[in-house]
């Protein structure tokens, strides 16, 4: 049968690539670790690994179990993170997981205002990506997510809170920085900070230019907005970057500049469906709606 210490071992030995690392990593003989591996083929019936001049490498099936069993793992070691805590009389910590733009400014408000309410619960704000999020929602290892694309899996909730617009951030002394706004056509011509083709917000920007009829000038792309404004510091040009991540900016030599008529992102409550009517989820969708508000937002949110 299948067991979880097998599970552990041979994970251990694709993270470090040979039977003697996984035994001193995991504090064991090598011999043990040897035999856990064989027992697990067996059981499976499959090869696990294939020797190469740098060590052991996984078979195709291997990565494959490997992948699979990570999140089994991953769930197992929070529930003993999460035992020790309670057996030791500290308080579990509810973990907020946000994508890069949500976690740059509006994360840490709705956190304070948790806090405001829960002011014994530990909290935790963990800044995850997109592929992170069903696992870090599925296996526990968070309690609720803030993002800006859905999930349509029955297993979880998705709600939406608000949404978005973008924007532009440019230098203190560039000539659009005498505007209180831009639209799309003031950027024709402008050497531009862009976003990385894997960009969830690239959607967004390249509707925007079409939409305009405008050709944007590249002069670096970035896959996280929020190293523009280290790079138009730089002298690269100006960035049309979402408005979360503006609000996070508070340069004195930077200016950010609303686009009229920007297409506008989602932004999304998310957690596993068996936890709404929860008391601390409840309260943190209120806090999130409330934060929402402190920002200026606009309320489009759906009941839990």
């Not at 067991?3 to 504090?27: N, P, Y």
């Not at 690239?202 to 000038?217: E, I, S």
């Not at 002069?219 to 979402?242: H, K, M, V, W």
């Amino acid at each position: 049968m299948l067991s979880l210490r097998q599970l552990e071992v041979f994970r251990e030995v694709v993270r470090r690539g040979s039977i003697s690392a996984a035994a001193h990593s995991l504090s064991i003989a090598q011999p043990s670790v040897s035999n856990t591996v064989r027992r697990l083929e067996d059981v499976l019936g499959v090869k696990l690994f294939i020797r190469t001049a740098s060590g052991l490498r996984p078979t195709v099936i291997g990565q494959q179990v490997f992948d699979a069993s990570n999140p089994t793992l991953a769930a197992l070691e929070h529930l003993s993170e999460t035992v020790m805590e309670v057996v030791k009389g500290g308080h579990v910590t509810f973990r907020l997981g946000a994508t890069q733009s949500v976690a740059n400014a509006l994360g840490p408000r709705v956190l304070a205002r948790f806090a405001a309410k829960r002011p014994t619960t530990r909290l935790r704000l963990d800044t995850i990506s997109l592929k992170q999020v069903r696992d870090y929602l599925l296996v526990g290892e968070g309690d609720c997510a803030m993002t800006i694309v859905p999930m349509e899996d029955a297993a979880f909730i998705s709600r939406r809170l608000s949404s978005v617009a973008m924007t532009c951030v440019v230098p203190i002394d560039h000539p659009l920085a005498r505007n209180n706004d831009i639209t799309t056509s003031d950027l024709a011509g402008e050497p531009l900070v862009y976003l990385h083709p894997r960009s969830p917000h690239l959607g967004n920007l390249t509707a925007m230019f079409a939409a305009a009829r405008v050709q944007p000038q590249i002069a670096i792309e970035t896959r996280f907005a929020n190293t523009a404004p280290q790079l138009i510091r730089e002298g690269f040009g100006i960035a049309p970057i979402d408005e979360l991540t503006a609000r996070g900016i508070h340069d004195p030599g930077l200016k950010v500049l609303p686009i009229r008529g920007s297409p506008r992102q989602p932004l999304l409550f998310q957690c596993r469906a068996d936890k709404i009517g929860e008391a601390d989820i409840d309260l943190f969708y209120q806090c999130m709606c409330a934060a929402l508000e402190d920002f200026g937002l606009p309320d489009e949110s759906e009941a839990l």
